[in-house]
């Protein structure tokens, strides 16, 4: 329970409020700087607070939101770091969740490789689903909409 609400604190008040609503200035660049502590304290198991799939997935959405430049291959190392990092800790797994949100941080990028990323994302989603069988990996209408948006 108390993680949960140290959790719910650090998306409530430290990665979401500046970051989503500027992307730029004063609260540009939070998220991945207020995760860090998080990920080291996780590594050495000194401190029962680690991020999850579920904090990564805040820190992607701030991404999505935000007015930086390369906002989508930050996406996209998020998503391979949070595919290391799932090796050891099964709770930084990516889910279709994850897939959703770099979807769409990448549909919000101007990036002229886009369609090519997405559709790449897409086909390993399907492809994770299939050969898992894994409910959490299954595609929803939100990763087919992001397809379609581009």
């Given at each position: 329970?108390?993680?949960?609400?140290?959790?719910?604190?650090?998306t409530e008040?430290?990665?979401k409020?500046k970051?989503?609503?500027t992307?730029?200035g004063?609260?540009r660049?939070r998220?991945?700087?207020?995760?860090?502590?998080?990920?080291?304290?996780?590594?050495?198991f000194?401190s029962?607070i680690?991020?999850n799939?579920y904090?990564?997935?805040?820190v992607?959405?701030?991404?999505t939101?935000?007015?930086?430049?390369?906002?989508?291959?930050k996406?996209l190392a998020m998503?391979?770091?949070?595919?290391v990092?799932?090796e050891?800790?099964?709770?930084?797994?990516?889910?279709?969740?994850?897939?959703?949100?770099v979807m769409n941080c990448?549909?919000k990028?101007?990036n002229?490789?886009?369609?090519?990323?997405?559709?790449a994302l897409?086909?390993?989603l399907?492809?994770?689903?299939?050969?898992?069988?894994?409910a959490?990996?299954?595609?929803?209408?939100?990763?087919?909409?992001?397809?379609?948006?581009l």
């Open positions: 329970m108390k993680l949960k609400i140290l959790l719910n604190f650090f008040k430290i990665a409020p970051y989503v609503k992307g730029t004063k609260g660049g998220p991945p700087k207020r995760l860090a502590p998080m990920e080291e304290n996780a590594e050495d000194s029962r680690s991020p799939a904090t990564y997935n805040c992607i959405f701030c991404y939101w935000s007015h930086m430049e390369n906002k989508d291959q996406a998503l391979e770091k949070m595919k990092m799932a050891t800790n099964s709770f930084c797994r990516p889910d279709c969740t994850t897939y959703n949100a990448i549909t990028s101007d002229p490789s886009a369609p090519y990323k997405v559709e897409m086909e390993e399907i492809e994770i689903y299939k050969s898992t069988g894994d959490a990996m299954r595609p929803t209408n939100r990763a087919f909409n992001a397809c379609v948006r």
